[in-house]
């Protein structure tokens, strides 16, 4: 990271290289096209090259933080350019599928904790998913998503709690957080 | 227990801890909420303990590869844009063009050091200091602006971040004349401060100002100035 804050093009290559599948899924996730995805990781990674990678520590992974940008560039697309369609595409609904290109030890294991996460998700009662998924991947607030679905705003903000505390006693369960 | 409610039953600060980490607060909602957390020692645990949680939701996304295409386009866009750190060391050339905004956005923190250094060459090193107060209106926080040798250096600190999807956008105004745009953008980090060199020489300017405006900045101020130094 420190190479990259010195402005070197071949170390935010490897920055890329390392997190880039990761940005771009939960970029496709979020913006259901694979062009809008695309526009997002761009933009996100060269607003990450343009403030020097200024990754500060405490705030957790540097991939983390990375997802975090994307997440952000993905809700400004969503909120400033009007392309709200497909951003709550269902995981079926998701097209072009591309292979991975090479399966490293790291991507295996990466694999596994996606599986882990993806299992958790999707045991949690459907309507508790829902607003998790409405919320994450589709950038919206609780008043949005209680005016969608027609709820107490109360009751959708307890349904992100129970969800956000079922996940965490799963995912405690299976080791992936503390 | 109803939905909602708190799952020890011994404490409710209204539940918005999920809502907040999953940033589905409205921003008037998440600036309170912020400032509550200050003082709620159990919302700070809750706030730590789901952080992680939304944290681990990305890997939820089904996986794809980014394409050698978008690769290409990214590693091009970066070897032809000096980033933050680069921005620095050819300030000058880049500060005086508009386009330059976005390079200041990243590079205003690390560009105050180099305006200190070129306000004291300038000014032949013995140049005296100002610090004057700024009036921040609508939000939290204090803002101060240090002018020696003709430059400029905005000081925040405890300043609300901008809402969601825009940036603080700094404007200079000599007179009567509109505002012109000083080709800074800046946001603030995790503790509300930030260090904004401003590029341009402050000679004629009566006051500076900030607005929030939409990311990439406005060629005229939008809104109303949360932040406003009078240099007269």
């Avoid at chain 1, 096209?33 to 992974?61: C, H, I, K, N, P």
């Avoid at chain 1, 309507?127 to 949005?144: K, M, N, P, S």
């Avoid at chain 1, 992100?160 to 503390?178: E, F």
């Avoid at chain 2, 032949?124 to 700024?134: D, F, K, T, V, Y």
Wanted: proline share 5%.
């Amino acid at each position: 990271m420190e190479l990259v804050r010195e402005g070197e093009p071949d170390a935010f290559e490897v920055i890329f290289d390392r997190h880039g599948d990761a940005a771009f899924s939960l970029a496709y996730r979020m913006c259901g096209t694979r062009g809008g995805a695309e526009d997002v990781v761009q933009e996100a990674f060269l607003s990450l090259w343009r403030s020097g990678a200024r990754y500060e520590r405490v705030r957790g992974s540097v991939r983390s933080w990375i997802l975090s940008v994307v997440r952000n560039r993905a809700i400004d697309a969503f909120r400033h350019e009007a392309v709200k369609q497909g951003q709550d595409v269902s995981d079926e609904g998701v097209a072009e599928r591309v292979p991975s290109r090479d399966v490293t030890d790291a991507e295996v294991e990466r694999r596994d904790d996606a599986r882990t996460v993806r299992t958790a998700l999707f045991e949690l009662p459907r309507d508790q998913r829902r607003v998790i998924e409405l919320a994450y991947f589709g950038g919206f607030t609780h008043a949005e998503i209680a005016e969608m679905l027609e709820l107490p705003a109360g009751t959708v903000k307890g349904r992100m709690r129970l969800a956000l505390t079922k996940l965490r006693l799963s995912l405690s369960a299976a080791g992936h957080v503390g | 227990m109803t939905e909602g409610a708190d799952m020890s039953g011994t404490h409710d600060c209204g539940g918005d801890a999920a809502a907040y980490v999953l940033g589905a607060l409205e921003p008037s909602e998440t600036e309170a909420f912020r400032k509550h957390l200050d003082g709620c020692a159990v919302c700070r645990d809750e706030v730590a303990a789901l952080r992680g949680v939304v944290q681990a939701l990305p890997m939820a996304a089904p996986s794809h590869s980014a394409s050698p295409q978008l690769r290409r386009r990214v590693m091009q866009a970066v070897r032809e844009e000096p980033n933050a750190r680069t921005a620095r060391r050819r300030w000058p050339r880049v500060a005086g063009r508009w386009s330059g905004a976005r390079i200041a956005l990243a590079a205003a923190t690390a560009a105050a050091a180099v305006i200190a250094v070129l306000a004291v060459s300038l000014s032949g090193g013995g140049a005296a200091e100002r610090l004057i107060p700024a009036r921040v209106a609508g939000i939290a926080g204090s803002a101060q602006l240090r002018v020696a040798g003709g430059r400029g250096e905005l000081i925040v600190r405890r300043l609300s971040p901008p809402p969601r999807g825009k940036v603080y956008e700094v404007w200079l105004k000599a007179g009567g004349a509109p505002p012109t745009p000083a080709s800074v953008l800046f946001s603030v980090n995790s503790h509300g401060s930030a260090d904004v060199g401003l590029p341009d020489s402050l000679r004629g300017v009566s006051q500076v100002m900030v607005t929030a405006e939409p990311s990439g900045g406005s060629k005229v101020p939008t809104e109303s100035p949360v932040i406003v130094a009078s240099l007269t």
